[in-house]
């Protein structure tokens, strides 16, 4: 328990703090990578496909470890903690949304909500649902989902955790612009009303644009643009 106190955050400090990460795997694909994240802050990271963008979430949200440089979650190196207190993080404190879904596919919609709800003794608010707009397909297995409403449920199944931080790979990137604006703002007000943070990945720059920071990745190194 003590150990767990100890993760309290300091209001000052920054929620996520990225210092002088560099990653390659064959080849170099970023060096002196540095960002913070602040409660109630959202981030958009851009850049070309196959410059390192999903690398780089995997890197800020435990799964991977970078060749150099440190991430720091409410002032705690991640990569010197235990693994206990790392699946503690991973399991309460960050939510991810992935590029591709991995929802149950044996589960219908419903189902995989109540997974989350088991792991996490959160109850599915009924208003994420509707505002979310998938309060009418949540009887459907997945495959008979679209591609935009798994996303969605994707979105959902990740808030039931109340995450202090959302990773979100290309949350909208099935979506027409005006679900990806809807879907954005349950993220945004959630990420508000909940002193939590946000950093997603994103091709369209009009979604990027709404978040408060905008980061490119471009030429190895992470250029801040707004
Ligand atoms: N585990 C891995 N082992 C080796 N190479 C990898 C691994 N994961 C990713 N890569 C390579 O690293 C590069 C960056 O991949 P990444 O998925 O981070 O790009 P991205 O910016 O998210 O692209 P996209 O916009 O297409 O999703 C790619 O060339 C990819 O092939
Ligand atoms: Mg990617």
């Known amino acids: 328990m003590t150990e767990v106190n100890t993760m309290e955050a300091d209001s000052n400090l920054p929620l996520l703090d990225v210092r002088a990460v560099s990653h390659d795997f064959d080849y170099p694909l970023f060096k002196d990578i540095n960002l913070a994240l602040n409660k109630g802050e959202s981030i958009a990271i851009i850049g070309a496909s196959g410059s390192g963008k999903s690398t780089l979430l995997n890197i800020f949200s435990t799964l991977l470890i970078p060749n150099k440089g440190e991430v720091y979650y409410n002032n705690k190196n991640i990569f010197n903690l235990s693994k206990n207190n790392l699946l503690k993080i991973r399991r309460n404190d960050f939510g991810i949304i992935f590029q591709a879904h991995y929802l149950f596919r044996g589960f219908n919609a419903d ?16 208003n994420l649902l509707s505002s979310l707009n998938i309060s009418h397909v949540m009887k459907q297995g997945i495959g008979e989902l679209s591609g935009g409403q798994q996303q969605r449920l994707s979105c959902a199944r990740v808030l039931v955790k109340k995450p202090k931080i959302i990773f979100a790979d290309e949350p909208t990137g099935n979506l027409d612009f005006q679900t990806a604006n809807e879907v954005m703002d349950v993220l945004f007000d959630y990420v508000q009303n909940n002193d939590a943070g946000l950093i997603m990945v994103t091709h369209e720059t009009k979604i990027a644009d709404k978040c408060d920071k905008v980061y490119k990745l471009n030429d190895y190194r992470l250029e801040q643009i707004k």
């Open 111 to 126: 189902e995989n909500l109540k997974i989350s709800e088991l792991l996490s003794e959160n109850d599915v608010d009924s």
